[in-house]
């Protein structure tokens, strides 16, 4: 995966244990929010700051190739914010669209891996370009209940997976 923007000389390249982290701290699998969650207050007209975009390009375990965008705010008001725009595909179909509050441990990486530290009040310092946050979805205040059902559906599926496989290997090797 590769992120680009203001301030990289050159992109950003994760890949192996970082760019799980990116994926599974960046809320690619998570219910999400249409406006920007900021401390727990959902805030349709935020200043997020600098944009940076992530291109991640996954292979699945069926051997599937999906490719995403993501758009970084790492200057945006109580810490990063991930915007995951609609079509995204991920290995078990769409993502669900919108904004997601990211972990500290995400920004922490991405910094040590060449991103530019924030300055000034948001991070902005004043001299980058800013964007202000716009609805994911037709801004209807928030994707949760929607996403939690995928999340739990998706969840039980893994399960009855792992289940089945447990039950195979254990028939291959002739105990029951």
């Excluded at 530290?117 to 205040?141: I, K, L, M, N």
Aim: glycine fraction near 16%; proline fraction near 7%; hydrophobic fraction near 40%.
């Amino acid at each position: 995966m590769a992120i680009r923007g203001p301030g990289l000389a050159e992109p950003i390249r994760l890949s192996g244990e970082d760019a799980f982290v990116f994926v599974e701290r960046s809320g690619a699998f998570r219910a999400k929010w249409d406006v920007p969650n900021l401390g727990g207050d959902l805030t349709p007209d935020a200043e997020l700051g600098t944009a940076y975009r992530a291109a991640v390009r996954m292979r699945c375990w069926n051997g599937k190739v999906v490719r995403y965008t993501q758009t970084l705010y790492p200057d945006a008001p109580g810490g990063l914010q991930v915007l995951t725009p609609p079509g995204a595909r991920q290995c078990f179909g769409h993502s669900i669209p919108g904004y997601w509050p990211a972990a500290d441990e995400l920004l922490t990486l991405l910094v040590n891996k060449g991103l530019p530290a924030s300055t000034g009040e948001h991070g902005t310092g004043g001299e980058r370009p800013t964007a202000q946050a716009v609805a994911a979805d037709g801004g209807s205040g928030g994707s949760f209940g929607a996403g939690l059902a995928v999340t739990v559906a998706l969840a039980a599926s893994l399960a009855l997976l792992g289940i089945a496989i447990g039950f195979a290997s254990r028939r291959r090797r002739g105990t029951t």
